[in-house]
C-alpha cells in the first residue's frame, strides 16, 4: 500500500508538470492550427529566466513564477507577432510553422548556451520539510509542484469556459471563418493563445527544473511528452491533454519502477502507437467528416 500511494503521488507531481506544457500545445493546436515546435524552448527560458530572477536580481524564490509565466507570455507573443502571424496565412502553413518554430526553438536554445554556458545550473527556488500521506512521507516541494499546476489548470479552465475571452477561443477553435464572420477578432484571439500557452509553458519548465538542473536543451524531452500526451488525447483537445497527462505519467512511473527507469518513455511511446492504430484521432478526439 505505501508502494502504490509512492508511486500515485509521484505520478501525480509528474503528471502535473507534462499538464501544464500539453495543455499549452494544444491550445496552440486547436486555435491556431499549428504545431509549436519551439515549445520547450519556451519552458527552458522560463526556467533560466526565474534562475536569473531570484540569483541574479535578488527576488524571493517564491516570485520565480511569476518571472517565468511573465517572460514565458513574452516569448510567446513576440513568436506570434515575428514568426506565426506571416507564416500562418502561406500556402504549405503546417509544414512552414513547424520549421519556422524550430528554427526559434534552436535560436532561443543557441542564446541561452552563449549567454550561461553548457554546464547544469540548480534551480535555487525549493520548498523543505514534508508531509506524512498515507504512512508515506512527502516533500513539500512536490506538493507545491502538484498544487501550482492545479491552480493554473483551473485558471486556464475558468478562463475558456466562463469568460468572453475562452469562448472567442472556443469558436475559433471550432470554425476560423465563422468566428471571424460573427466579428470575432481572430487575429486578436490568435495573440492571446499564444501569450496564454507560452505562460503555461514558462512555468512548466521552471517547475520542472526544480526536480532535475538548467540546461540549454533541457526542454527538449517535456516537449515531446507534452507531444505525446497531445496525440494520444487528441490534437487540439484541451480538456483530454490535461486528463492524459496524469495517465501517461502515472504508466511511465508504474513502468519506470517495475521495469526500469529507461523503459518508462518508451512505454508511453507504445502507448501512442496502439492508440493510432486504435482510434487515429487519439482517445477524447473527434472524427472530421470531409463532405464533397
Not at 91 to 103: C, E, L, P, Q
Not at 155 to 172: D, E
Not at 191 to 204: D, E, P, Y
Request: glycine share 12%; charged share 10%.
Amino acid at each position: 500500500m505505501e508502494t502504490l500511494v509512492q508511486l500515485t503521488l509521484t505520478s501525480l507531481t509528474t503528471g502535473s508538470m507534462y499538464a501544464l506544457a500539453a495543455v499549452g500545445l494544444s491550445l496552440i493546436w486547436g486555435a491556431l492550427g499549428m504545431l509549436n515546435m519551439g515549445h520547450g524552448a519556451f519552458m527552458t527560458l522560463g526556467a533560466y529566466a526565474a534562475m536569473t530572477a531570484i540569483n541574479a536580481l535578488g527576488l524571493p524564490p517564491f516570485l520565480g513564477i511569476f518571472v517565468s509565466l511573465i517572460v514565458g507570455a513574452a516569448i510567446g507573443i513576440l513568436a506570434h507577432l515575428l514568426v506565426a502571424k506571416w507564416v500562418i496565412v502561406q500556402d504549405g502553413a503546417h509544414t512552414n510553422i513547424m520549421v519556422a518554430t524550430a528554427g526559434l526553438a534552436i535560436l532561443i536554445e543557441d542564446s541561452i548556451l552563449k549567454i550561461y554556458g553548457g554546464y547544469p545550473y540548480p534551480q535555487p527556488f525549493s520548498v523543505t520539510g514534508s508531509v506524512s500521506i498515507g504512512g508515506v512521507a512527502v516533500n513539500l516541494q512536490s506538493v507545491f509542484i502538484l498544487l501550482v499546476a492545479l491552480v493554473l489548470v483551473g485558471v486556464v479552465a475558468f478562463l475558456l469556459l466562463k469568460t468572453k475571452f475562452g469562448r472567442a477561443i472556443r469558436a475559433t477553435a471550432m470554425n476560423r471563418d465563422a468566428a471571424r464572420l460573427m466579428g470575432v477578432r481572430t487575429e486578436t484571439v490568435f495573440l492571446q493563445v499564444m501569450a496564454l500557452a507560452g505562460a503555461l509553458a514558462g512555468v512548466s519548465g521552471m517547475l520542472i527544473s526544480t526536480q532535475a538542473t538548467l540546461s540549454p536543451m533541457m526542454g527538449g524531452a517535456p516537449m515531446l511528452k507534452a507531444f505525446v500526451i497531445c496525440v494520444v488525447a487528441g490534437l487540439g483537445n484541451v480538456w483530454g491533454a490535461g486528463v492524459m497527462a496524469i495517465v501517461l505519467a502515472f504508466a511511465e512511473v508504474v513502468v519506470g519502477y517495475s521495469i526500469g527507469l529507461h523503459f518508462g518513455f518508451p512505454a508511453m511511446l507504445l502507448i501512442v502507437i496502439l492508440v493510432l492504430i486504435w482510434r487515429p484521432e487519439g482517445l477524447f478526439g473527434k472524427e472530421r467528416v470531409v463532405r464533397l
